[in-house]
Nanobody, 126 residues
Framework: QLQLVESGGGVVQPGGSLRLSCAAS????????IGWFRQAPGKQREGISC??????????YYADSVKGRFTISRDNAKRTVYLQMNNLKPEDTGVYYC?????????????????WGQGTQVTVSS
C-alpha cells in the first residue's frame, strides 16, 4: 500500500516561499499520479496541482489560483514529489495534502485518489 507523508509547511509572510514535499513509501513512485490539494478553514478541499505518472508523460496541471506561482515536480529516485510555492498570498493558507493513485494522467479531483497523506499546515500572514 502506498504511504504518503507531507512536510515543509510553516508560517510565511505574504510574498514568501515554501517548498512542500510528499514522500512516498511502499511502492515505486513511477507509476503513480500525484495531486496536491488544500483545504482552508470553512472551505471545500481544492485541487491545486498534480503531476501525471512517469509511465505516461509526467504532465503537470495547475489550478488558476496558483498558476504562475506554484511548480510541481517529481524525483522518482527519492520517491518524492515537490510543490514549490512562490509569491504566497494570505488566501493560500490552509492544510495541504498530497494524494496518489495509479491512473496515468493526473486529476484535480480528490475523490479519484485512494492514497492520502496526513497534511501539512501552511499559514501566510504578516
Amino acid at each position: 500500500q502506498l504511504q504518503l507523508v507531507e512536510s515543509g509547511g510553516g508560517v510565511v509572510q505574504p510574498g514568501g516561499s515554501l517548498r512542500l514535499s510528499c514522500a512516498a513509501s511502499g511502492f515505486s513512485l513511477d507509476y503513480y499520479s500525484i495531486g496536491w490539494f488544500r483545504q482552508a478553514p470553512g472551505k471545500q478541499r481544492e485541487g491545486i496541482s498534480c503531476i501525471s505518472s512517469s509511465s505516461s508523460d509526467s504532465s503537470a496541471y495547475y489550478a488558476d489560483s496558483v498558476k504562475g506561482r506554484f511548480t510541481i515536480s517529481r524525483d522518482n529516485a527519492k520517491r518524492t514529489v515537490y510543490l514549490q510555492m512562490n509569491n504566497l498570498k494570505p488566501e493560500d493558507t490552509g492544510v495541504y495534502y498530497c494524494a496518489g493513485d495509479t491512473f496515468a494522467h493526473c486529476s484535480g479531483i480528490g475523490n479519484k485518489y485512494d492514497y492520502w497523506g496526513q497534511g501539512t499546515q501552511v499559514t501566510v500572514s504578516s
